[in-house]
Every structure is written in C-alpha cells, then in structure tokens.
C-alpha cells in the first residue's frame, strides 16, 4: 500500500468500496522528472492511489488524487497510472470512479504534464458509452482538469469545499469571487450543469454506491437487471394530485419507490433520473411543473413549457441510456416553449438536439402523457411520430394543436363569445381530446391512474428483445 493509508485520498476509497475490498495498484510509482528539485522531493504514489474495489459486490476501478503530494498535481506518472485504470476498465467492463483534489497541471514537468492531461482525455474519450464513468470534487478542480468532469457521466461535488471552474472567479471580467463564485458547487451544479449531485464528503460517496449500483457495468451487459421484490400490480393511488412534481409520481411507480436523480438542481422544469421496473433499470425523463418541498408545501413552479436547458438536459441523459442499453419512459406535460431573451437565444439547437436523442434512441422508449400535450413542444417529447414504442396517456390528458379555447379564438376571431364557445368545445371533441389521439393511432391506451406501474412494467418487459436496423453511417452531428 502507499503511504496513503490515513490520508483524505484513502480514507474516501476506504468509505466508498465494499470493506477490505480495495486492492492498490502502482503504490510504488514515483515521479520521473528530476527538474526544479523534484529528484529531492517524496512523491510516494506521484500523488494519486489507484486501484480497483467492490461497491455492493460489482467490481469497479477507481483513482483518488491525493493533495498532500504536490498538491495532487498532475504530471506525467500520475497521468500513466490514471490512464492505466481506463485500460483495464474498459478491458473488464467496468466503471470508473475518479475522485478529484488537485491543484492543476504540474509546472515541473510543462510539456510531460501537457502531454499527462492529452492521455487522460483521450481515455475519457475512448471508454465513453464503453463503461459509465462518475467524478466526484472533493477539493480544486481547475483548468484543464474540469474537463475530466465534464466528459465524465455522472460528478458529484462536496458542497464547502469543492471548486470546479476553468477560469478562476477574479479572472472574470467584470466579477469578483464574493461578487459570484463561478468556482462553488452550488453554481456549477445549479447553472452549468457539470454537476449532478452537491453534498458532503459522505453523501457524495454514498451516492456514488447507489449510482454504481443501478448502472449496467458496461454497454455489453444488455442493461442491468436485479431481483425485483416489490408487486408488479401495485396500485398507484394520487397520481392524479403529483402529476405537477413528476419526482413523486415516479418513486410511486418505481420497485421499493427508488428514484436516482441526476441534475437535480439544473433546469428544475426537467427531471431525470433512474427508477426500477420489475427489477429492471430505466432512464427516465420528464416535464415538471411544480416542486414541493419535505412539508408538501409547493416551492417553485414553472411554466408548462420547455426550456433550452431543460432540454439540454434531457438530450444528454437520454443519450447516455441508449448508450448502455437503458431502455427510456417519458412523462410528457407540455404545451409550448419557454418565450424569454436569453432561452430563445439556445432553444431551436437544445429542440433539435432532443429530437435527435429520442428519435436516434435505439433502446425501448415509452411515453406516458400526464396532462398537456400540445404543438411541436409535445413532438420533440417521445411521441409516437418521433419514435416512441408505446404511448399511454391518463383520463384526463389533452393532445393536439393547442388548447382548444385558444384554437377557437384563432380560427373564429370577431365571432361572438357563444360561437367561440361553441367552436371550443366541437375542437375539444374531434382534435383536442385523448380520445381524438387515441383514435388516429398515436395513443396506444388511454391507462387509469392506479393501473400506471403494471402498463409501464408489461410495456418495457414487451420491448426487452427490441431490435432494429439503422441507416449504414458513422455517427450522427447532433
């Protein structure tokens, strides 16, 4: 073992793996370079321990940096063994778990560090939709080394002591560091979105074990499948008084109410995240109106719209699903675009980036419709034109052009209120109504509340075998 036993960087992997799981590898490495006095400096392990572990009994490799030599810098010893455990990741399909506390690129070694940073992106890049790969920041994660993050699936950050940034806060024209913390986890967690999850030391690492245990190993593992003890005909009751906060209605439907959110504090009007389905795991994306905190009082609402975030978020989550075989459901309340300066500015290119990703998505796809669905905003949002297998909708839901009252207004505009009235309420009928959609196919069923989990449930084991034949190409631009 290095000299890492008692030190930040071992006590984390300690916390994180399974007990007396963790097998070191490449304790003895030390740095190469002898410029600028390091040949008189101790880099036990070059700053990094590295190795592999159990996590709930599924074998992960994992590297931690650790500041206490040379601040956790990287150079080109500590990079090899950082590059060495992709390689043998990906060579035994498992995850990658880096956890992150270094003060940059190593001066000492310029060009041999420069060359470090290159390897380790270009690893990243290789085992990409190969096997998922999670950070965590438990202390500096500046300059280059925030794209390790951000190519990255899955980054936690520790709450007070992270700082995740490529610029440092004061580089920034214009701002100061108590001005706006660029750097702080709450800001790349709540603005950027390079952050999934913000908490402390132990949360984050407690989520990691959570995380790693709902993902498929690698993307030749057709999913990832457990044993499910829950009643797969379980009555869901108040679906109908959740549908706002599609968090809730998802842990009802989901085996033992588990729901693994991701990005939780990055474009709200958006939820993803992981559920369970008799056992199996599915990515799930849906629109959120309304946010209810640990009182049940409501605490934020949103318009019944999609943003440019929002859908940013959506793309890359589904992305990642179709990558490792995670079949995908949607809950779709949606009536329109979010009409402001700044999202009007990103919002045809995040539509067409969610289009690309549900439409590309080889994986089952299923659609329950909760509420609205009207106009293009509902198009991009798995609907069964765009690719989605099954389509179910509650009672009470409405598809169509727009809100029939509106319709009415267009069409019979200068007609006296009791024609419009009239007008609104035959548009209801023949093309605002589930019934209407359902009668043209685009519906499959029309489902009762309760009955949610079971349709969902037969509807993604029916769409296990799926298989289909795509257009002969590279890859896609979006």
């Avoid at 951000?150 to 580089?171: E, G, M, R, V």
């Avoid at 800001?187 to 498929?216: K, M, W």
């Avoid at 979010?338 to 969610?354: D, F, I, P, Q, Y």
């Amino acid at each position: 073992m290095s000299n890492g036993n008692d030190n930040s960087a071992m006590l984390r992997i300690a916390k994180l793996v399974d007990e007396n799981s963790f097998m070191e590898i490449g304790s003895l490495v030390t740095a190469r370079s002898t410029d600028f006095n390091l040949a008189n400096t101790d880099t036990p392990s070059d700053g990094v321990i590295t190795g592999h572990g159990l996590i709930d009994g599924n074998l992960v490799f994992i590297y931690s940096q650790d500041a206490s030599v040379l601040g956790g810098t990287i150079g080109e010893m500590h990079a090899k063994k950082i590059t060495a455990m992709y390689d043998m990741a990906m060579k035994m399909g498992a995850p990658v778990v880096g956890l992150l506390d270094c003060a940059g690129i190593r001066l000492q070694e310029s060009v041999d560090a420069l060359e470090a940073f290159g390897a380790i992106y270009a690893k990243q890049a290789a085992a990409s939709g190969v096997v998922p790969q999670i950070s965590a920041v438990f202390g500096t994660c500046g300059g280059g080394l925030a794209v390790v993050p951000a190519l990255s699936d899955f980054t936690y950050a520790q709450a007070d002591k992270a700082k995740l940034f490529i610029n440092s806060p004061n580089a920034i024209a214009g701002n100061r560091i108590d001005k706006c913390d660029t750097s702080a986890a709450s800001f790349q967690s709540a603005e950027t979105g390079t952050v999934d999850g913000v908490g402390t030391e132990d949360e984050i690492l407690a989520n990691i074990r959570q995380l790693v245990t709902v993902l498929p190993a690698n993307n030749a593992d057709g999913g990832c499948i457990t044993e499910c003890m829950d009643d797969l005909n379980r009555a869901c009751e108040n679906l109908d008084t959740m549908k706002g906060d599609p968090r809730y209605v998802l842990s009802e439907i989901s085996d033992g109410h588990l729901f693994v959110e991701v990005k939780a504090d990055y474009a709200k009007e958006m939820v993803a995240g992981f559920i369970k389905l008799d056992g199996m795991t599915v990515g799930a994306v849906a629109n959120c109106t309304e946010i209810y905190d640990a009182n049940g009082s409501l605490a934020e609402s949103f318009d019944v719209a999609l943003s440019a975030r929002g859908c940013n978020k959506a793309a890359e989550f589904i992305t990642f699903c179709d990558a490792f075989d995670i079949p995908v459901v949607s809950l779709t309340n949606v009536a329109g675009f979010r009409a402001t300066m700044c999202s009007e500015k990103n919002l045809a290119k995040a539509l067409g980036r969610l289009a690309y990703a549900f439409a590309n998505a080889a994986v089952p796809k299923v659609n329950l419709i909760m509420d609205k669905a009207y106009g293009s905003a509902y198009a991009v949002m798995n609907s069964k034109s765009l690719g989605a297998d099954m389509v179910f909708a509650w009672p009470d839901a409405k598809a169509g052009m727009m809100d029939a009252a509106m319709a009415a207004k267009i069409m019979y505009a200068g007609e006296p209120a009791s024609v419009i009235e009239e007008k609104a309420a035959e548009y209801d009928a023949r093309q605002g109504s589930i019934g209407a959609a359902a009668a043209r196919g685009y519906v499959d069923r029309i489902i009762d509340y309760p009955d949610t989990r079971k349709y969902l449930i037969a509807a993604v084991e029916m769409l296990y075998t799926k298989r289909i034949d795509q257009p002969n190409k590279k890859h896609g631009t979006k």
